[in-house]
């Protein structure tokens, strides 16, 4: 629901959010209520000791303090605890219980300073037990003082001034309709900046210069343009996350496992599963080496960091007249540990990292006669900011029919490499050693966007080339690009892996069932976050609990509903009414993964035991399998470069039982 008013302002916040924090500090009062009624019990009239005076006021004061505050919480408490997401009609007396609490840490503050001048200048003499109790008791409030400080910073927001929204008069004139437009302009530039100065204190290590500056504006305007139209806080979100995961589950519990759909081939040249999937296993080597030491020491918690050890304390670089950005050397030899390579194997490597520029090596392979280059994905805040530049950027190919168009950071990213590869003659260097051999790019997330982007770059001059993309991002190229790139680039996902599914269409959906399903739920909040809670951490059947308006039992309502329509500041040009899935609307443009799509899944029932061996499948897929995100832990660890580079290396030694054979023998494949 929408932030919590208070103090005239809106925070980001809301009204149901209080029942965790809130039943914490009960706790932590009741305790020290307790202890402070067992202190004076046990040593009224005995204070022999300076200040006894100070103390007996201290603790009686204390002792009635914390009383009403434990009153006043529990109040909190058990009005936050009302209503559900969208009907706060029972909690309308919240931001009244706030102000009495927030009125008694004035009495509280007083008494934590009355309690430090009396540990500091009148407990001489006192009993040892007495004085550690009050210590503790004044240590107690100055953390909770200090931890409500930052609470309060956590959840401000800058944007929360009270909207003032013009009233339109009747009939509605040219004049208004300027007033009103003139008013989201400048509310919409508030926000722009906001988010600004929200990255650049997250980015507060990077140089501000004018063209980190534009890619701040930029990101910014991106976020705020995907935030503004809903009046949601963070935990109205993980709410909706934790109910979706479930209603996901329960609709794959409940499909048909035999249902197969007929499936026309991505591309007329069609290779063996096995093969590529033996192809894909040992370039994945090559992308998760690009990460260097970082993933290495990862992978290798017990011996790596002896391995590299040696190599990093003694500096070699001088050695390495090919290695670029690796000062201590560490980069390259965990690449050289990885990959098995020789030294003299290496044309060029680059550890240099910008934003739009990302660290890339180029070798050459004899066991596959293969001239790779390897890019790698996300690894700092300057790759981040790369991944966040999600505009559209033109990018013309010669041949192409269709709109041309690309993610504009990978883009900049992928021009980079083009630009050092062709302009510094790596590449001709490169050949002129292996002249016979084939040219192979590779890379992981952002690695592989940038690889396949680099890979339709080259492709002209490389007719040969080959692209293996390992959970590249899913808003990477528009469809005449995917389509073209279907004959050189083949893509390996892995699971419920999010960034082959990440895109800002796919995101606008994600918020839309998100509102869809939190408006909907009967459930409060809390309610829903611990049945989410248990269910991540120990399984079970999903939540059955009605989450359709139809479903609906209104005599259990006493207060008027606030839909969907109540979490909507504004309607944007991708929201669309929960009730009407399949009604069209505008939406941005779509970017889709690029090549073909090979995608690995778990053999078996989704849930198992952490000791237990796990089984993979591989099976061709198409674009449209991607258009959605799945929620479940696994969207994360599924994208991992260890956990992708174990699911390959277990098909390749197992593919007799986990392959597909039907997958294009016969035409048909597997609804994913």
Not at 230 to 235: G, I, N, Q, R, Y
Not at 365 to 386: I, M, N
């Amino acid at each position: 629901m929408p932030g919590m008013v208070v103090f005239g302002r809106r925070w980001g916040i809301a009204s149901d959010d209080l029942v965790f924090p809130g039943s914490f500090e009960l706790f932590i009062r009741v305790l020290w209520w307790i202890g402070t009624m067992i202190l004076y019990t046990h040593h009224r009239g005995h204070f022999d000791c300076n200040g006894r005076g100070v103390l007996n006021t201290y603790l009686i004061g204390l002792f009635v303090v914390l009383g009403l505050i434990i009153l006043s919480l529990w109040a909190i408490v058990f009005v936050s605890a009302q209503g559900t997401i969208t009907n706060p009609g029972r909690r309308r007396s919240m931001p009244a219980l706030v102000y009495v609490r927030a009125i008694l840490y004035i009495p509280e503050l007083v008494w934590a300073c009355l309690g430090t001048v009396w540990v500091s200048e009148d407990s001489k003499g006192c009993d040892l037990a007495t004085v550690g109790s009050v210590i503790a008791a004044v240590i107690a409030s100055w953390i909770i003082l200090l931890f409500t400080a930052v609470g309060v910073v956590i959840v401000f927001d800058p944007l929360g001034s009270p909207r003032r929204q013009p009233a339109p008069l009747e009939p509605l004139g040219v004049r208004d309709m300027q007033t009103t437009n003139q008013f989201f302009s400048i509310a919409r530039s508030m926000a722009d900046k906001v988010w600004e100065c929200r990255l650049r204190l997250m980015c507060c290590c990077l140089p501000q210069d004018e063209s980190n500056r534009a890619v701040f504006s930029s990101i910014g305007k991106l976020l705020s343009g995907f935030f503004s139209d809903t009046d949601l806080v963070p935990s109205d979100i993980a709410a909706g996350l934790a109910l979706l995961h479930q209603d996901q589950d329960k609709k794959e519990q409940s499909r048909d496992p035999d249902t197969i759909v007929v499936h026309s081939p991505s591309s007329p040249i069609e290779e063996d599963l096995e093969a590529e999937l033996e192809k894909a296993a040992h370039w994945m080597l090559f992308a998760a080496a690009a990460y260097g030491w970082p993933l290495y020491v990862y992978s290798n918690p017990l011996t790596g960091p002896c391995k590299l050890s040696g190599d990093c304390c003694g500096s070699r670089t001088d050695e390495y007249d090919t290695v670029g950005g690796d000062n201590s050397g560490c980069h390259f030899s965990s690449v050289l540990l990885t990959t098995g390579l020789q030294y003299r194997d290496f044309i060029h490597v680059s550890f240099h990292n910008q934003i739009y520029e990302i660290p890339f090596f180029v070798a050459l392979d004899h066991k596959r006669e293969a001239v790779l280059v390897a890019v790698r994905g996300t690894l700092s805040l300057k790759d981040v900011l790369t991944d966040l530049s999600a505009e559209c950027e033109d990018m013309p190919i010669e041949g192409v029919s269709g709109a041309c168009f690309a993610h504009k950071g990978i883009c900049q990213a992928a021009t980079y490499v083009y630009k050092k590869l062709i302009n510094d003659g790596i590449l001709n260097q490169a050949f002129a050693v292996a002249p016979e051999y084939n040219l192979v790019v590779t890379g992981h997330s952002l690695g592989a966007g940038t690889a396949a982007l680099l890979a339709v770059l080259l492709r002209s001059s490389y007719p040969t080339l080959q692209c293996y993309s390992f959970s590249p991002p899913g808003g990477l190229m528009s469809q005449a690009l995917s389509d073209y790139s279907k004959d050189f680039v083949v893509s390996i996902v892995l699971g419920k892996d999010l960034v082959p599914r990440l895109s800002i269409p796919n995101m606008e959906d994600l918020k839309r069932k998100i509102l869809k399903i939190v408006s909907n739920c009967n459930k409060p909040k809390y309610l829903i976050l611990l049945q989410g809670l248990w269910y991540e951490l120990f399984g079970g059947s999903p939540d059955d609990a009605p989450t359709e308006m139809d479903n609906r039992r209104e005599q259990q309502l006493s207060e008027p509903l606030l839909g969907e329509e109540s979490l909507v500041i504004r309607h944007s040009s991708s929201y669309q009414s929960v009730g009407s899935d399949d009604s069209p609307v505008h939406k941005p443009a779509q970017l889709f993964p690029p090549g073909r799509v090979l995608h690995i899944t778990e053999d078996g029932p989704s849930r198992r035991s952490c000791f237990s061996q796990v089984r993979y499948r591989a099976e061709w897929s198409d674009q449209m399998s991607f258009r959605s995100i799945l929620i479940s832990p696994q969207m994360l660890t599924d994208h991992m470069p260890d956990v992708v580079l174990g699911a390959l290396n277990s098909l390749a030694t197992e593919r007799p039982f986990s392959i597909c054979p039907s997958s294009f023998n016969n035409g048909q494949q597997h609804n994913i």
